[in-house]
C-alpha cells in the first residue's frame, strides 16, 4: 500500500487518453502490444503507463512475498494464507479503481480548462478583429479622398452595406483560418498599394481586397483551406468573381506571399500602436 500512499502525485503525470488502459488492468498487466491496440500512438505514454503497471506489479509481488513468508513463519494454516490473498486483492482492486476516480478527475479539469481557453481565444481574436478593422477603416477613407482613381476588378459600383468590421467579423468566423492568416492578409493589402502607386485602397474596394487577401493567406500558411466556392459564398462572391480576383491580386503581388518573422513582428507592432 506505500506504493499508493502518494498517488495524487503519481497519476497527474499518467495522460488522460490513458483513462480507458486502466479501466482494462483491474486483473492482470496489459503488454505492450495491447496497449497499442486500445489506440496508445504515442511511444511516450505506452512508456510512461508501462512504468507505472511495473511499479504495480512489483508492489503486488512484493505484498504476496510478506504474506506468504508471514504465514509460514507463523504455522498459519493454507486456508489463512489464501484468506490474505483475498483481502490483499480486495485492496488491490480499491486502489485501481482511485487510481479511475483521480484520472476521470484529471479529464474533467482538463475539459473545464480546455473550454476557459477557448473563451479566452474568442474574446483575444475579437480584439484583433477590432484593430484590424481600424486600420482597414484608415486606409479606406484616405484613399476615398483621392480623386480620380483608376477603377478595377477590385472596385464595386457602390459601397456595400456592410461595415468592414462587421465584414471582418463574417470573414473571421467562417473562413475559419488562423490569427496569422488575418494579420498577412492586411499585410498583403499593405504591400500591394505600396507596389502600385496607381491602386489605393478605398470604400468601393476594401471588402473584395480583404476577402482574396484572407483567401491567400490561408492557402499559403494554413494547413487546411477550402475552395474559392466555399470562400466565395462566404464572401458574398460568385466563384467565378473569386477566381478572377485571386488571380489579379496574385499578379499585382507578383506572388509574394512570404513574410519573414522580422516583417510580421514589425507589423504586428504597428497593429497594436494604432
Not at 12 to 17: A, F, K
Not at 67 to 78: Q, R
Not at 109 to 127: H, T, Y
Amino acid at each position: 500500500s506505500s506504493l499508493f500512499s502518494n498517488r495524487a502525485q503519481l497519476l497527474p503525470s499518467v495522460p488522460t487518453p490513458l483513462v480507458c488502459v486502466w479501466r482494462s488492468m483491474r486483473h492482470r498487466r496489459l503488454t505492450m502490444g495491447e496497449i497499442h491496440d486500445l489506440g496508445v500512438e504515442s511511444f511516450d505514454k505506452a512508456d510512461m503507463l508501462e512504468h507505472v503497471m511495473a511499479r504495480l506489479a512489483a508492489a503486488d509481488g512484493k505484498g504476496r512475498a510478506l504474506t506468504s513468508t508471514a504465514s509460514t513463519e507463523s504455522g498459519s494454516s493454507p486456508s489463512q494464507a489464501e484468506d490474505s490473498e483475498v483481502e490483499e486483492e480486495e485492496e488491490h482492486d480499491e486502489l485501481f479503481d482511485a487510481c479511475g476516480e483521480i484520472t476521470d478527475n484529471l479529464c474533467e479539469a482538463k475539459n473545464v480548462e480546455a473550454a476557459i481557453a477557448d473563451k479566452l481565444d474568442a474574446a483575444g481574436r475579437s480584439n484583433l478583429v477590432a484593430s484590424l478593422a481600424k486600420i482597414l477603416m484608415h486606409w479606406a477613407s484616405a484613399g476615398s479622398q483621392q480623386e480620380h482613381q483608376q477603377p478595377t476588378v477590385f472596385h464595386a459600383a457602390k459601397p456595400p452595406p456592410i461595415s468592414i468590421r462587421d465584414y471582418l467579423m463574417r470573414i473571421t468566423t467562417y473562413y475559419k483560418c488562423s490569427d496569422a492568416c488575418l494579420i498577412s492578409g492586411l499585410l498583403y493589402i499593405d504591400r500591394l498599394v505600396q507596389s502600385q502607386p496607381d491602386f489605393m485602397a478605398c470604400d468601393l474596394n476594401i471588402h473584395r481586397l480583404v476577402a482574396v487577401s484572407i483567401m491567400l493567406a490561408a492557402k499559403f500558411e494554413d494547413d487546411v483551406f477550402y475552395s474559392n466556392a466555399y470562400y466565395g459564398k462566404i464572401a458574398g462572391l460568385r466563384v467565378e468573381e473569386m477566381n478572377v480576383l485571386e488571380h489579379e491580386f496574385v499578379w499585382m503581388l507578383e506572388w509574394r506571399f512570404h513574410v519573414q518573422p522580422a516583417e510580421y513582428d514589425n507589423f504586428m507592432e504597428q497593429i497594436l500602436r494604432f
